[in-house]
């Protein structure tokens, strides 16, 4: 194995350059992805585990791969489909970084394809080496090495990701999983330098960490909550996926199945009471839609007022749990025509939108064309609102000086 060169040309699967799309509205994407570049690291981790850092090698075979922890990581290219020929061609196999559009892992290139796409800005989770909530250096079994992987990351997003382009890009930071008065500072350290987000596991309890539900987590949130800093809930992010029949079409079932894990994260946090002991506390959720919301708000209302599920348990007087699920949670929608009226009917103040670059869910090049055909039919202040103005308030990201519509 030798250490890569991504210095190559594009690989002929690759389709050239797509036309620009016309603007109509400002667009502010919630969730896209970033591929981690093999110089993540250098000169980013203290010089006594420079050499244990997560690396990118070259195999005999020509495939390309991250390894770290005595772990190889293969998956380069599943999460980076946009810009091919045939998007069908969805792997689990190695791939090589020639083999993505250079803007799912170079900053400079991903501008350029956002302006391509018609997006102003747009907030990133991590990709396979870090997982969507930084999981793999949390899961590291030397935790002084996974605490250096996980700062060394951060630093990586305030200098170079969001730090190039800081009005192009939302700063969302990972944080150290299995200690939650580290966690809580480096959530800290982050936010005193300008991040405004940091990714969490959905339901932590599946990936071996204490439960939502356990006041463990209280110094984390009270990091959060002071600092502003909203928490965002990336679909599969605790590796958990709803059982599903092995006969069956594995990748669809699941795919079919993201917004329900969506659903199972708001219902744990609106009933860990979370937001009753930090009701400033700003929950996002990402890639997991937001046709559910206006049925679970209607379920958990019935709870609380007519069947008593949960209700002895919920503090007299306090806002119900489908109450704060308009109040501290935040939703996202990429593709949800039959059920948008309904939400921004319900919560129009906490709808956000999507465009889920560079993973094959995504709309990317078509983003503009796509939110007209969702959302054209909307009054203007609710385009917006779902467009920009949501998560430019949230996030509290800066816009152009003229908006659109």
């Known amino acids: 194995m030798s250490v890569v060169d991504i210095n190559e040309p594009p690989s002929p699967m690759l389709l050239p350059d797509p036309p620009a799309q016309q603007v109509r509205c400002t667009l502010i994407s919630v969730d896209d992805h970033l591929v981690e570049p093999p110089w993540l690291f250098e000169g980013r981790m203290p010089s006594a585990l420079a050499d244990r850092a997560p690396r990118v ?24 489909q946009v810009g091919r020929a045939d998007r069908d061609d969805v792997t689990f196999e190695p791939a090589r970084f020639s083999d993505m559009r250079r803007g799912a892992w170079d900053i400079h290139e991903r501008v350029k394809d956002m302006d391509l796409g018609g997006i102003w800005a747009s907030l990133c989770f991590p990709s396979v ?30 200098e170079e990701w969001w730090g190039s382009y800081p009005d192009r890009i939302i700063p969302m930071g990972i944080t150290w999983l299995p200690d939650a008065a580290i966690g809580a500072a480096e959530i800290r350290r982050n936010a005193e330098r300008g991040f405004v987000a940091v990714t969490l596991p959905e339901n932590p309890s ?5 439960s939502i539900h356990d006041r463990w987590w209280d110094p984390v949130l009270a990091a959060c909550e002071e600092t502003e800093t909203v928490i965002c809930l990336h679909t599969g992010s605790s590796g958990h996926w709803m059982p599903q029949d092995e006969q069956g079409p594995h990748l669809a079932v699941r795919a079919t199945l993201f917004q329900m894990h969506a659903y199972v994260a708001a219902a744990e946090w609106v009933w860990s009471q979370v937001a009753l002991r930090f009701p400033n506390i700003k929950i996002a959720l990402a890639e997991g839609g937001c046709g559910w919301v206006p049925t679970m708000y209607d379920r958990i209302r019935h ?3 007519v069947s008593g599920h949960g209700r002895q348990s919920w503090p007299s007087g306090e806002p119900g749990p489908h109450e704060l699920l308009l109040r501290n949670v935040w939703y996202c929608t990429i593709s949800d025509p039959s059920s948008i009226d309904a939400v921004v009917e319900l919560n129009e103040s906490h709808v ?12 990317w090049p078509g983003c503009q064309d796509s939110l007209e055909e969702m959302l054209g039919h909307l009054p203007l202040e609710a385009v917006a609102n779902l467009t920009h103005l949501n998560a430019a308030a949230l996030f509290r990201h800066p816009l152009p000086e003229v908006t659109l519509p």
Request: proline share 4%; glycine share 8%.
């Open 57 to 80: 090698v070259e195999n005999d075979d020509g495939s390309q791969m991250w390894v770290f922890d005595n772990k190889s990581y293969e998956q380069l290219g599943l999460n980076a």
């Open 129 to 158: 080496i870090t997982g969507f909530c930084g999981r793999v250096y949390s899961d590291c079994s030397d935790p002084a090495l996974g605490l250096a992987a996980t700062r060394a990351f951060n630093d990586w997003i305030h």
């Open 206 to 210: 599946f990936i071996g960490l204490p």
């Open 303 to 305: 709870q609380m007022e």
């Open 352 to 363: 956000m939108v999507e465009t889920d670059y560079p993973h094959a869910d995504s709309t």
